[in-house]
């Protein structure tokens, strides 16, 4: 709820819902459950869908996820910073971005159904990453074109390390909306859609 309120006072709409994972427990030992929306969380972004378009044109161009995932720290040291450097670039682009869904408990599958369930064009998610042996505070952000039930990671692309000693977050939100536009350009998502980004100095090897 406090994330959510940040994101609302910098203009970003948001929802807050909730996975088939009620507990931190679920997620770890049931990963199928945060892959999806509760039902009563479906049904309140299905109603949001059909209040914007009816079926089944789409209802914007992006729709946007954060979940903790694996580490709540992650989001809340950059999730915001992402966003608020990536949507400004979207609607600049003159691209129509869903609320932000903001979920507990989330897995990088929630995609397919919050991307489906509210008849975007594409898709992203901000996940928390499991903790390395150096980073403990490492965001990821996946990309996916035309998310339905079935597409795996093959079918997404995936920006890493997002943090301060890594790839910093302003720099993270510059690629992820770079990446929704070649997807949403050339109709693709994954293995088929390569976009090279400029080596930033943090990330050097």
Same mark, same amino acid.
Request: glycine share 8%; net charge neutral; proline share 6%.
């Given at each position: ?27 770890l030992?049931? *990963? ?41 720290g ?5 999730g ?7 949507? !400004? ?9 869903? !609320? ?21 064009r ?8 499991? *903790? ?36 910093? !977050? ?27 980004? !400029? ?7």
């Amino acid at each position: 709820a406090a994330f959510a309120a940040e994101l609302a006072g910098a203009g970003i709409a948001t929802m807050v819902l909730a996975t088939e994972a009620t507990s931190r427990e679920q997620h770890l030992r049931r *990963p199928d459950r945060g892959r999806h929306l509760d039902e009563h969380s479906r049904d309140r972004l299905r109603a949001f869908a059909v209040s914007v378009a009816a079926p089944p044109a789409h209802t914007c161009d992006v729709a946007l996820i954060v979940s903790d995932g694996l580490s709540a720290g992650a989001v809340a040291a950059a999730g915001i910073r992402v966003l608020t450097r990536m949507v !400004p670039l979207l609607r600049a682009a003159q691209l129509t971005v869903g !609320p932000v869904v903001v979920v507990p408990f989330g897995r990088v599958g929630l995609l397919n159904d919050v991307g489906a369930t509210l008849r975007a064009r594409s898709a992203v998610i901000l996940l928390g990453e499991r *903790p390395g042996l150096t980073a403990v505070d490492s965001l990821s952000g996946y990309f996916e074109f035309a998310p339905k039930p079935g597409m795996d990671d093959a079918q997404r692309n995936c920006v890493s390390n997002i943090r301060d000693a890594g790839l910093p !977050p302003e720099v993270a939100g510059e690629q992820l909306a770079q990446l929704v536009l070649a997807g949403l350009r050339t109709q693709r998502s994954g293995t088929s859609l390569k976009l090279e980004f !400029p080596t930033h100095p943090q990330i050097e090897t």
